[in-house]
């Protein structure tokens, strides 16, 4: 995982804008996928981590098609960027694209361990533990079989022993922060040391000594200038101080801890420093004042991702203990039944078999090696027990007779064997061609379904539409394993807001590339162009297409709508596709220009706009003529235009939401057994 420290010297030196200039000037794919990486990694260290994400899936465009360690190293800087932002659930899609992309690399696999790591970590972040587990095993077993000894080792010992803690198992959890301990330690690893340190601090009983070892641990930190994990032993000495009776200064240093977390900016761990505060005051009886804190941790945990349910789960208890003190029996129960509802269910007897069960079928693999070796010890040993038994009670004549039996036996054996083989051989030559053939269309299949992560992960755009709407929906579904649809959406600094949905040609991979192009496009168009104008957008295009295409004769390109809101004013330019607003019942439909994004057989025209007031409330829906042109129902005939509005206004009383399952369920029965004709993008948001 990507480390939030002071940036290198060599980033320093090397400025924004330089790294900028440097990339532009760039002819080698390889380059300048290196110092796209570099403006990435120089967004994270100055924790804005949306342009870091952005720069990243840049670097990912940048990258030589077939050079999947390349490949491996943005998704996995995406999936980082990710968790640094919180986002957990992108979090882990990129990490399990960045695995499949190590693999098809062969690279390090100190790479692939930590890459295992941290996606078993965003599962812990979800509460989901036996998850976790698997990939911390799976890292585990690289480690191991490698005979790696990073630091990254000694932090999957934390991990593994923290999903122990989390199911109340601290006698497994303490083995593994005191095999943390011991590695830091072995390998002069000081954080690592430290980590074990104050992780083991909850196996001691004596809060002086708990104390004692959370203080020494904070000092090594110090040291090192970690304000991160400073913030965490703040609080964790604070936690120590509470439990030694010495309250005041619990408070001066979870205090302490509040100010470093609100620094770093982990909204996850800001509530949990809050609710920990909060705890405290009621301690020390100031009911009143740990209100505040228990409010604002509440607000923080159901905006984030990052173990929300744990940190509900703590600050619902919290407020149960606060109103039980002050006797307000009625409250207390209502939080105390919101805070088992956030308990996390994984703390159940099966759950926790399960990760037993994980651990222990791990030790059983890692050892499988050497039991069946003393497998075959002791048989070989128990033979010769009874040979020697043999040799002292039989007679020389009974032993050749033995031996002759036994010759005739392998003989047969032999010539039966050969009669075998030779029966068998037309048959395994015939099984082997029909692999060579499966493998080589196996091949072929799973490089699509790789293209198609590739493509997904770039043109992704629903984190962008929810940044900007709250209530949306987004249905896309690929006629083959790649789509020739895409949709995309940026939201500008002066805060106009466009959305894009496109209809390349073709579909499979011929109509992935243009979709991928043609979001390439847009980026260069909108983010680093800074055009704003739906039909100037729609002509630079065009431009961009065809100039990329360098066809003449060909129709190929793609059909485009381009919206963008600012204020009450919506405008709106169309390359063979129309857009809906729906208000009050009635479908009001705009109409785009009849004619392509790309090469067209009759004279081009410059692309129009049209403008409309929009009112708060009014949905608007965006989309490809997939879902139109699809034949089925009763009749086999296609599902059109006029039947996708009626069905639009027989639901527009629900949620976006539930707006896109009914609309992708009425797809698949109108579909019923027939094959999808095209590809399907259709997207729709409330004003």
Not at 12 to 31: C, F, H, I, M, P
Not at 349 to 359: D, G, P, S, T, V
Request: proline content about 2%; overall charge negative; aromatic content about 12%.
């Amino acid at each position: 995982m990507l480390v939030l420290s002071p940036f290198t010297h060599q980033a320093k030196a090397n400025t924004l804008d330089s790294l900028q200039k440097v990339q532009k000037s760039q002819v080698d794919r390889k380059e300048r996928f290196e110092t796209q990486f570099q403006i990435g990694t120089y967004y994270l260290q100055e924790n804005k981590f949306d342009s870091a994400i952005f720069a990243y899936k840049r670097s990912l465009e940048i990258s030589p098609k077939n050079d999947f360690a390349l490949q491996a190293k943005a998704l996995d800087a995406i999936a980082d960027a990710n968790m640094y932002n919180e986002q957990i659930l992108e979090a882990a899609t990129y990490y399990d694209l960045a695995i499949i992309a190590y693999k098809k690399a062969d690279s390090d696999p100190a790479a692939l361990a930590d890459c295992y790591m941290h996606y078993g970590r965003s599962y812990y972040g979800q509460a989901q533990y036996d998850s976790a587990m698997t990939y911390y095993m799976e890292a585990k077993k690289i480690f191991d079989q490698e005979e790696i000894k990073t630091p990254q080792y000694g932090y999957l010992l934390h991990y593994i022993g923290s999903v122990f803690k989390r199911q109340k198992q601290m006698q497994e959890a303490c083995e593994y922060y005191h095999l943390e301990i011991e590695f830091g330690k072995e390998n002069e690893y000081d954080e690592v040391y430290a980590e074990g340190l104050y992780l083991a601090a909850d196996c001691i009983d004596d809060p002086k000594e708990q104390l004692a070892q959370n203080i020494k641990a904070f000092r090594i930190y110090e040291q090192k200038g970690n304000e991160r994990m400073m913030g965490l032993m703040y609080g964790n000495v604070a936690l120590s101080y509470q439990d030694y009776g010495m309250l005041d200064s619990a408070f001066v240093w979870q205090k302490k801890a509040l100010e470093l977390k609100r620094k770093a900016g982990s909204q996850s761990s800001i509530s949990g420093s809050l609710t920990q505060i909060g705890n405290l005051l009621v301690v020390m009886k100031n009911y009143s004042a740990a209100i505040p804190y228990f409010r604002e941790a509440e607000e923080l945990a159901q905006q984030v991702e990052l173990k929300r349910y744990i940190r509900l789960e703590e600050v619902y208890f919290g407020f149960y203990n606060l109103h039980y003190q002050t006797k307000n029996y009625r409250e207390a129960c209502e939080y105390l039944q919101l805070h088992y509802l956030y308990k996390d269910s994984s703390q159940s007897l099966n759950h926790q078999n399960e990760i037993r069960e994980m651990e222990l079928a791990y030790q059983t693999e890692k050892n499988e090696a050497e039991i069946e070796l003393l497998k075959r010890d002791n048989s070989l040993k128990e033979k010769e027990k009874k040979v020697a038994e043999m040799e002292a009670n039989s007679e020389s004549r009974a032993k050749k007779l033995f031996l002759i039996a036994g010759i005739v036996v392998l003989l047969l054996g032999i010539l039966a064997l050969f009669k075998f083989l030779e029966s068998q051989k037309r048959k395994k030559i015939i099984e082997y061609q029909k692999v060579v053939v499966e493998e080589k269309n196996k091949d072929i299949t799973d490089s699509i379904v790789y293209a198609s992560t590739i493509q997904q992960a770039i043109i992704r755009s629903q984190d962008n539409i929810r940044e900007m709407f709250k209530d949306f929906f987004v249905f896309y579904k690929a006629r083959d394993i790649v789509s020739g649809d895409f949709y995309w959406a940026h939201e500008t600094e002066d805060g106009k807001k466009l959305v894009v949905v496109a209809d390349c040609t073709g579909h499979g991979v011929p109509g992935a590339m243009m979709s991928m192009l043609g979001s390439a496009f847009l980026n260069e168009i909108v983010i680093e162009r800074k055009e704003r104008a739906p039909d100037q957008i729609l002509n630079r295009m065009r431009e961009q297409v065809k100039r990329a295409l360098d066809k003449e004769g060909t129709n190929d390109g793609m059909d485009m709508a381009v919206c963008c809101i600012e204020g009450d004013t919506m405008t709106f330019a169309g390359a063979n596709l129309p857009l809906y607003v729906l208000r009050e019942n009635e479908i009001h439909v705009l109409k785009g220009n009849k004619q392509p994004v790309g090469n067209f057989a009759s004279e081009e025209k410059p692309f129009e706009s049209q403008e409309m007031v929009v009112q708060k409330g009014d949905l608007v829906y965006l989309f490809s003529d997939g879902f139109a042109d699809q034949f089925g129902g009763p009749k086999g005939k296609k599902y059109k235009y006029q039947t996708l509005r009626k069905k639009l206004l027989d639901i527009c009383s629900n949620s976006l939401s539930d707006q896109g399952k009914l609309l992708r369920s009425e797809f698949e029965m109108w579909k019923g057994d027939m094959e999808q004709v095209d590809d399907v993008c259709m997207l729709g948001f409330k004003v």
